[in-house]
């Protein structure tokens, strides 16, 4: 007898234990993977979330300040810049065109804000900007597994 034991031999008699680590491996790989893509998208629909929240209350500024013409309380355009910088910083967190979308959305009010009247320019382009970072919002939401 010479002792030594041929690698065919060792792979035939631990045939079950690699097929058993190689599973093991797979499964921990995939496991990990999948985490992350579902950390990932809750990540995404929190901000989405969030942003649209944001994007409600910044339009009740602007319905307070238009149609009620409130524009000391509840209707303050500079209450609406909380919610317009807020847009835009958690809209750059998002993937998509919803970080250009608030961008857009900043710039507008930045020109616009101090202009809101009821049914005028001012007012439709801060609205259509509105409308666009929650299209994009909606449509990321909607992109997400």
Known sequence: MSGTV????????????????????????YNTWRNEAS??????????????????????????????????DKGNPRTG????????????????SAAESGTVLWEVWDAEWDKLK?????????TKALEAVRADTYTLLQSLD
């Not at 990932?40 to 307070?64: A, D, T």
Request: a neutral charge.
């Open 39 to 72: 950390e990932y998208n809750r990540n995404q629909r929190l901000i989405s979330i969030e942003v649209l929240r944001n994007i409600g209350q910044l339009q009740q500024v602007i319905f307070h300040n238009v149609f009620e013409m409130d524009a000391t």
């Open 6 to 29: 041929s690698i065919r031999d060792q792979l035939r008699r631990n045939a079950v234990a690699l097929i058993s680590l190689v599973i093991a491996i797979t499964s921990l790989g």
């Open 81 to 96: 810049w909380v919610h317009v910088l807020a847009i835009r910083d958690l809209t750059k967190l998002l993937d998509g």
């Open 118 to 126: 009821p049914v005028n320019e001012s007012y439709g382009s801060v």
